[in-house]
């Protein structure tokens, strides 16, 4: 029976294994771009407190927040990595 569950298991190994590295390379790919993206809204966020708006540059700066490495990029990379370690346990299942 056992064996049954490793010969069913073994596609959805592969699929995982293959959807988690595209994912990474999107992930590493789009690292530099949003580092890009933040540092452009964080000037408009300087522009516009230097104009006298601080409701838009407070608006940007959580936007560029958001869009650096440390927000939503980040929280993509944990998601990426629990799809990583499934993977891995199913991996783990079939070679046991």
Do not use: C, Q, W
């Not at 390379?25 to 789009?30: D, I, M, N, T």
Request: glycine content about 10%; hydrophobic content about 65%; overall charge positive.
């Amino acid at each position: 029976m056992r064996l049954i569950f490793k010969i069913v298991a073994a596609p959805f190994a592969l699929v995982i294994t293959i959807v988690s590295l595209f994912l990474t390379f999107v992930l590493a790919a789009s690292e530099i771009f949003f580092s890009i993206a933040s540092g452009l809204i964080f000037l408009g966020a300087v522009i516009l407190f230097i104009a006298h708006e601080p409701l838009g540059g407070s608006a940007f700066l959580v936007v560029a927040f958001l869009v650096s490495p440390y927000g939503i990029p980040a929280l993509a990379g944990k998601l990426v990595g629990l799809l990583d370690n499934a993977g891995g346990a199913l991996r783990g299942f079939i070679a046991n």
